[in-house]
């Protein structure tokens, strides 16, 4: 693949004409449909649309397919050939690249996915691991972040938006590359990027912010940068927990994705929690995917499949290094970390990534609880966030649902959701006449967030 310029001009006056034509997330979803993630969906979604500057320009960077120079227009095409996003034949552009709207975001990447023919440095765009960490990352003001295997530079990107300051690092200096020209794509002057392996190149250096979607898969191959760390087992996991916590300022927080082996099928966790009795943090996990070897072999090596010999071959490779490793499963999620004065506390959780929302006020909110719940019964507490109720006919049970952040979902009594239906923050649980699994279920939303403890 090629190697995009970060040319800050002309990576300013493209930014600038896409976002003159509105080329937006909820513009584009109107026009062609949902996302399109996969190349295979694009003959359909490039039906839908006419020839309009920007149905032109939504063709070429974010379904990658040619168009004529004329409909693009000279100034936009010169730009998007200096940066190296396009190539030109003639009359014709072509793309080299794809350009996708996060929310306020433009974020240029590798295109489509080639599957197996991936190089090793490619770098991949918004995906459901990146989702999943931008969604759980709290956004505090911060005089300085840091991103730890930056890839297209989205967190970094994300963060540049309430940090003074965002160092961006990756060993893959394509993606370095993206991320400078992402930068001036979205007019930040705040990144600053630094090339070398997960924390080596901020030693003794402190953040109010650390962002972490490294490579993190336990896997006994270096195939692809974005993919495989080099570590064995979880031990890339281990090392960033443990480097992210030595790298975090007093009151500061970090989000960090990674996965862990699974040697007790009834502690699932018991790996990762170990690693965080060291930092010094209060810690939160949520898990999000536990796979057997088997399952979590064919869900990395999925680009293979088409290629029966070759697939087969790649699941008893991988399953045979996870059981050499001792491993009865994988589990996959978040790992945040909040530095409080040295106080350390653990907790964990399970999410479905699919149905998160936002929740950075959620995020710190929980941590602000952690060390202020111990007598509930006393505790004036307020609803935080919507809390939804859902009843089923001919069950003596309810389950209460969070409506925005984790979106968790906790089973309770009726008595008990009646009593969380009436908090207001006025009266005590002990005056409201709460009973043990009220206070249960109200110690639960604490310490999700979801309640907040009023002085």
């Known amino acids: 693949m090629t190697f995009p310029v ?27 449909g949902d996302d399109i993630a996969e190349r295979e969906e694009v003959v359909v979604a490039e039906r839908r649309l006419s020839e309009s500057p920007l149905e032109s320009m939504i063709r070429l960077l974010y379904l990658e397919l040619p168009v004529a120079e004329r409909k693009i227009g000279s100034g936009v095409a010169e730009a998007l050939v200096a940066l190296g996003l396009v190539s030109r034949s003639g009359s014709t552009l072509a793309p080299r690249a794809r350009v996708v709207p996060v929310d306020e975001t433009l974020l240029a990447s590798d295109g489509f996915t080639r599957d197996s023919d991936d190089p090793p440095d490619y770098v991949a765009t918004y995906t459901p691991t990146a989702r999943t960490c931008d969604l759980l990352t709290p956004r505090p003001r911060v005089k300085r972040a840091l991103d730890v295997g930056t890839g297209s530079g989205i967190h970094a ?42 924390f080596d190149p901020v030693e003794g250096e402190a953040f109010g912010l650390i962002t972490c979607n490294a490579p993190f898969v336990v896997s006994p191959e270096q195939r692809w940068a974005y993919r495989d760390s080099g570590f064995r087992g979880d031990d890339v996991t281990a090392h960033v927990v443990r480097e992210a916590a030595s790298h975090l300022a007093d009151g500061g927080y970090a989000t960090l994705l990674g996965s862990w082996l699974i040697v007790d099928e009834d502690a699932p966790e018991e790996r990762p929690a170990e690693w965080l009795k060291a930092t010094g943090c209060d810690a939160w996990i949520l898990t999000s995917i536990e796979s057997d070897p088997l399952e979590h072999a064919a869900t990395w090596n999925s680009s293979f499949f088409a290629d029966a010999g070759t697939y087969a071959e790649a699941l008893e490779r991988w399953t045979r290094y996870l059981g050499e490793l001792g491993a009865r499963g994988v589990g996959e999620g978040a790992i945040l970390l909040h530095r409080n004065g040295g106080r350390a506390s653990l907790r964990i959780d399970e999410i479905d990534e699919d149905s998160l929302e936002d929740a950075d006020a959620q995020i710190r909110r929980a941590f602000a609880n952690r060390h202020r719940a111990k007598d509930l019964l006393d505790a004036r507490l307020r609803r935080a966030m919507p809390i939804r109720v859902e009843r089923e006919l001919g069950r003596k049970s309810a389950d209460v649902v969070l409506d925005e952040g984790t979106c968790s979902i906790l089973p309770a009594t009726p008595e008990a959701v009646a009593l969380v239906e009436r908090l207001d923050g006025r009266r005590t649980l002990r005056k409201l006449g709460a009973d043990k699994r009220a206070v249960k279920l109200c110690r639960e939303l604490v310490g999700l967030g979801a309640l907040q403890i009023v002085d």
């Open 6 to 32: 970060p040319d800050r001009a002309a990576a300013a006056a493209l930014g600038d004409a896409l976002r003159g034509l509105a080329y937006e997330a909820d513009t584009i979803s109107e026009l062609i």
């Open 157 to 198: 990107l994300l963060a540049a938006r309430h940090a003074k300051h965002v160092v961006a690092i990756d060993v893959n200096q394509r993606a370095l590359a993206y991320t400078e020209l992402n930068a001036a794509l979205n007019g930040l002057d705040n990144v600053e990027c630094r090339n070398g392996s997960f």
